[in-house]
């Protein structure tokens, strides 16, 4: 058994830097013995799910492979690097297969071939796509509603209509599925939709032999070394509060971001790097900011192979770009895997009218306003009915800073203009109003941002759950005639408690608390970080130091936070505490405009939201500010 498993993750979402494969294998080398990249957003797969459905093929070029695939993995990874990684002995691991894994195995195997590589070994999991079983699922009772906040029954997701048009449905799998292939002797092993960090769990499952019915505290470990790279360069400094250390950070900075890299040990700690001169840092901060996001309930991190309890975890600077992650807690996993789906609900459309001048804002609303009312009469006029939603915001006011905004005096904005139809003739009879305002409406108006909009398929995703004994992976390894394809069911315990661990003492205010206080603003004395889950926004906040941990934790209550996002959050707000790094996270349920694919909103992924709360004002005694 090694000692220590390198793993290095190259990519955070279909889209990320073309050049990230190469860095960690050029100057990592062999000191990396798996690669892993994540491409499957939910918005990613809304994406693959309507090239699937075109049936003569995307009228566009597209970066998706035949199938549904993520053809990007083939062009700028596979193909210019096949030889380094081969040479080099590092596994790949990735969930680049999307619709189609079969597919992607099968384009890797063709390069393999002509570019005469021997010894790559692809494994294929598949198993996740529900979509042609959903329908007699559903029939069966086995789709159940889906909630982000434990016990919130008024807020669920659930199986859409027959009226809905379902472009897709796939389970999360697990990582055991990845550790079987290489088991199998996998050199390379392609999944569709798995949870991210099975991405890691999978290999060091392999690498390690820990037992999936018992050993949970290491499992948790290891899902929380995935958790944390997954996103790539969210944990080298990306996306990062303090942004301007990384953005002038040594070695380039931001043009030459360092991607991440974790150092596995068998009892499940491990260390956050990335390779040598390359920009971005990997501190205390950047690595809490990456762990709070996207957790919902800290004390229950649901994924299917454990859950997590993050919420005494530890962090410590053991070295330049070097991070120790400690005292992740797991325990039996649901006998549930959460889904993700997709269907169509009529047609979006989004104008955009650049203002300038005195009273910009105000001119940008009117404008919007009568673009919409010209076209509810255009769409009269053909005997069409009303639009399903309309929006305008303009875009350089604050708009999505509510009664906060600060910029109502802006001189130059962008009149957005976003509806919904069932018809695309309903959107194309408003868009056609959008040009007339040059020379009918308000002054200023300078252009149309990228021409006459186009409608568009509005996808929506919902979340719902399906009990693991449903959806067994399938695993797909070799060629020809020494092809074999094995069906995996869960195997883990079935009957498990799952009691909610103890909960963790809040932190008290100091006993001499008779100090003068200042009101400041939680940027002052925390960072945040922000992102989605549907429909559901979730914000963490983490001290920049232990000491104003408590102010934190007594003034940024759930009720605060509430009122202060009102404008924003339509549901419920549930805040939970990490003591173990000082840090809140708040859930926000209803708080997107229906999420990222069908939002109306500007910010339909909530990634704005952090820096929002960051303006809060928090009072805080005067001296413990002194060294900030």
């Known amino acids: 058994m090694k000692d220590t498993v390198r793993i290095g993750s190259y990519s955070a979402f279909w889209g990320d830097s073309i050049s990230a494969a190469e860095q960690l294998v050029t100057l990592e080398g062999k000191n990396i013995d798996y690669l892993v990249a994540d491409y499957l957003a939910e918005v990613t797969m809304g994406l ?19 199938g549904g695939y993520i053809g990007d993995f083939i062009t700028f990874v596979w193909k210019r690097l096949i030889e380094d990684i081969v040479a080099n002995g590092t596994k790949v691991v990735t969930n680049a297969g999307g619709l189609d894994p079969i597919a992607l195995k099968e384009a890797i195997e063709a390069v393999a071939k002509d570019c005469g590589v021997e010894g790559v070994v692809v494994a294929a999991v598949t198993g996740d796509d529900l979509h042609e079983r959903s329908q007699e699922m559903q029939a069966k009772g086995e789709l159940l509603p ?44 392609v999944t569709g939709r798995v949870v991210d960090s099975a991405l890691v769990l ?8 820990w037992d999936v019915t018992k050993d949970w505290d290491q499992m948790a470990g290891a899902s929380l070394a995935g958790h944390i790279i997954e996103c790539g360069c969210h944990t080298t400094g990306g996306n990062f509060t303090d942004w301007e250390l990384s953005a002038n950070s040594p070695h380039g900075g931001w043009s030459n971001m360092g991607f991440p890299i974790a150092e596995c040990k068998p009892n499940g700690d491990c260390i956050i790097t990335k390779p040598a001169e390359t920009g971005g840092l990997v501190t205390v901060a950047t690595v809490a900011e990456q762990l709070v996001y996207e957790v919902l309930d800290p004390g229950a991190y649901i994924l299917p192979d454990v859950i997590i309890d993050l919420r005494d975890v530890k962090l410590s600077q053991v070295g330049p770009d070097r991070v120790l992650v400690t005292g992740a807690k ?20 989004t ?23 010209r076209g509810r009469k255009n769409i009269e006029r053909f005997g069409l009915e009303d639009f399903t939603a309309v929006r305008v915001e303009a875009l350089g006011s604050e708009s999505t800073y509510g009664t906060h905004s600060t910029a109502l005096d802006a001189r130059e904005v962008c009149c957005r203009i976003t509806a919904v139809h069932p018809e695309k003739h309903g959107l194309l009879l408003l868009g056609v109003e959008l040009a007339p305002s040059a020379t009918g409406n308000a002054p200023g108006i300078t252009g149309g941002g990228a021409g006459r909009p186009h409608p568009s398929p509005n996808m929506t995703h919902y979340s719902i759950l399906a009990p693991k004994t449903a959806v067994p992976a399938i695993l797909t390894i070799g060629t020809g005639d020494k ?19 103890p909960a963790i003492a809040a932190a008290p205010l100091p006993a001499n608390n008779s100090e003068e206080t200042v009101l400041v603003p939680l940027i002052r004395i925390a960072y945040a970080r922000s992102g989605d889950k549907g429909d559901t926004a979730n914000v963490g906040v983490i001290a920049r130091d232990p000491k104003f941990y408590p102010y934190i934790n007594q003034q940024l209550t759930a009720e605060s936070v509430k009122e202060y996002m009102s404008h924003l959050a339509q549901g419920k707000v549930a805040r ?32 704005s939201y952090g820096q929002m709360l960051l303006s809060y004002k928090v009072k805080v005694p005067k001296g413990l500010l002194s060294n900030l």
């Open 330 to 349: 797991g325990r039996p996993p649901t006998p549930y895997l959460k889904c993700s789906g997709i269907y169509v609900d009529g047609y979006k459309i």
């Open 48 to 66: 693959l799910a309507r090239h699937r459905k075109s049936p003569s093929g995307p009228k566009k070029p597209s970066r998706a492979g035949p």
């Open 146 to 189: 889906f909630n982000y906040i434990t016990g919130n029954k008024d807020e669920v997701d659930v199986y859409p209509g027959e009226e809905k048009k379902k472009l897709s449905l796939n389970a999360y799998l697990g990582a055991v599925p990845i550790a079987k292939a290489l088991d199998a002797g996998a050199t390379i092993v």
């Open 576 to 607: 939970y505490e990490l003591p173990g790094i000082q840090a809140l996270n708040f859930v926000l349920t209803r708080s997107l405009g229906g999420g990222g694919l069908s939002s109306l909103n500007l910010d339909r992924q909530g990634k």
């Open 351 to 373: 104008a955009d009218l650049w203002i300038g001048g005195i009273d910009a804002r105000r001119k940008a609303l009117a404008v919007g306003e009568a673009v919409i009312k």
């Open 202 to 209: 999978g290999p060091l499952l392999h690498e390690f032999k």
């Open 483 to 501: 092809q074999t394809q094995t069906t995996i069911p869960f195997a883990g315990p079935s009957h498990a408690k799952n009691e909610y661990p």
